[in-house]
T-cell receptor, first 109, second 118 residues
Framework: GQNIDQPTEMTATEGAIVQINCTYQTSGFNGLFWYQQHAGEAPTFLSYNVLDGLEEKGRFSSFLSRSKGYSYLLLKELQMKDSASYLC??????????WGAGTKLIIKP | GAVVSQHPSRVICKSGTSVKIECRSL??????MFWYRQFPKKSLMLMATSNEGSKATYEQGVEKDKFLINHASLTLSTLTVTSAHPEDSSFYIC??????????????FGPGTRLTVT
């Protein structure tokens, strides 16, 4: 079957760094997306990895290891507005996104 | 970047009535659009894949006669919740794939529609 595993909730301090891990199992693989979702809003795109390695984009970086079925999202210089849910979504062989429940990130001052 | 709109953003309806939700790609053409439903603190659940000019593909467990999908043009897909019940109350989100660009597989999400059935 297809499965996503992320921590349910994480807490971090403003200005700090946090890493959100994701392990996945899918039928085929066409890359992995990270989305941010604020409460009551639709997801917004953060990153896409299709090859192994680290992709850096400003304060956010995303890493992928296809052989391990593992990805992480790294958030630096945390701001209060980063409080949201972070969704790891691999894409299967049919180009469908597979969704988990996401990780709720709480930022404290 | 690509923009997807949804209308209405919020709707309250009475049990037994039907509600139509529109999803539009504003600056690109979308052959494929997706309809999701999300309950509080739960993951997005794909309901159906909407294909322009053909029938939608529904996920297992989703009643096609209850959730009518029409993708009549390359920029518009509609979801009609027929004979709505309180358990249909949820956050409905559409997304569209811009297949004309270099990032053909990225999905752009609409802002969502909060449906409350009383």
């Amino acid at each position: 079957g297809q499965n996503i595993d992320q921590p349910t909730e994480m807490t971090a301090t403003e200005g700090a760094i946090v890493q959100i891990n994701c392990t996945y199992q899918t039928s085929g693989f066409n890359g992995l997306f990270w989305y941010q979702q604020h409460a009551g809003e639709a997801p917004t795109f953060l990153s896409y990895n299709v090859l192994d390695g680290l992709e850096e984009k400003g304060r956010f970086s995303s890493f992928l290891s296809r052989s391990k079925g593992y990805s992480y999202l790294l958030l630096k210089e945390l701001q209060m507005k980063d409080s949201a849910s972070y969704l790891c979504a691999p894409m299967d062989s049919n180009y469908q996104l597979i969704w988990g429940a996401g990780t709720k990130l709480i930022i404290k001052p | 970047g690509a923009v997807v709109s949804q209308h209405p953003s919020r709707v309250i309806c009475k049990s037994g009535t039907s509600v139509k939700i529109e999803c539009r790609s504003l600056d690109f053409q979308a052959t494929t659009m997706f309809w999701y439903r999300q309950f509080p603190k739960k993951s997005l659940m794909l309901m159906a894949t909407s294909n322009e000019g053909s029938k939608a593909t529904y996920e297992q467990g989703v009643e096609k006669d209850k959730f009518l999908i029409n993708h009549a043009s390359l920029t518009l897909s509609t979801l009609t919740v027929t004979s709505a019940h309180p358990e249909d109350s949820s956050f409905y989100i559409c997304s569209a794939r811009d297949e004309s660009g270099t990032s053909e597989i990225e999905q752009y999400f609409g802002p969502g529609t909060r449906l409350t059935v009383t």
